[in-house]
T-cell receptor
């Protein structure tokens, strides 16, 4: 079964607008971690933001925020005030104890294209 | 403080040749993970190593693939008798311990011809 589902293969957003990238996950563990990574065209994997399952507040890092809805098992990434440099592939990932707490499971990714 | 280093960044191998991918973890990190990203897909876990030990190789193909992390030097992912289907980006990540943040290297793009 797919552990991480990203249903949006590609999205377009106008510069300076906000964009929400969807991520749903599947786990029976009570304690787990959720991550978002950015992969620009150069190919490296850049860590953006982390949310622990027991964190009461939604994680934020600069223009990135994570809309964590535990009951729905969703961890959507919100990028505010989009910039041209935000154009990239974005991956949602999860780490869970039942996977020995070190295997990251990744979604298929969402390509974001920011238009000027 | 240098991040995770991988080399080469790009590698082309003809069918039947061997590919050796190297990964130097961040300073102070003794845990190394290898992931593979096939075209248009997310990363898939391959293997988890600590110094001189393979902890979990459940994601490694049964044949032709091996990994090591010697006491001295980088971690090596070795692919013998490369085929076209091995073409992918191979990422290494490192962490200071198990179950904590993994930091990724820039990846090695392998092209099997």
């Amino acid at each position: 079964a797919q552990k991480i589902t990203q249903t949006q293969p590609g999205m377009f957003v106008q510069e300076k607008e906000a964009v929400t990238l969807d991520c749903t996950y599947d786990t029976s563990d009570q304690s787990y971690g959720l991550f978002w990574y950015k992969q620009p065209s150069s190919g490296e994997m850049i860590f953006l933001i982390y949310q622990g399952s027991y964190d009461e507040q939604n994680a934020t890092e600069g223009r990135y925020s994570l809309n964590f809805q535990k009951a729905r098992k969703s961890a959507n990434l919100v990028i505010s005030a989009s910039q041209l440099g935000d154009s990239a592939m974005y991956f949602c990932a999860m780490r869970e104890p039942s996977s020995n707490d070190y295997k990251l499971s990744f979604g298929a990714g969402t390509t974001v294209t920011v238009r000027a | 403080n240098a991040g995770v280093m991988q080399n080469p960044r790009h590698l082309v191998r003809r069918r039947g040749q061997e590919a050796r991918l190297r990964c130097s973890p961040m300073k102070g990190h003794s845990h190394v993970y290898w992931y593979r990203q096939l075209p248009e897909e997310g990363l898939k876990f391959m293997v988890y190593l600590q110094k001189e030990n393979i902890i979990d190789e459940s994601g490694m193909p049964k044949e032709r693939f091996s990994a090591e992390f010697p006491k001295e030097g980088p971690s090596i992912l070795r692919i013998q008798q490369v085929v076209r289907g091995d073409s992918a980006a191979y990422f290494c990540a490192s962490s200071p311990g198990q179950g904590v943040e993994q930091y990724f290297g820039p990846g090695t793009r392998l092209t099997g011809t």
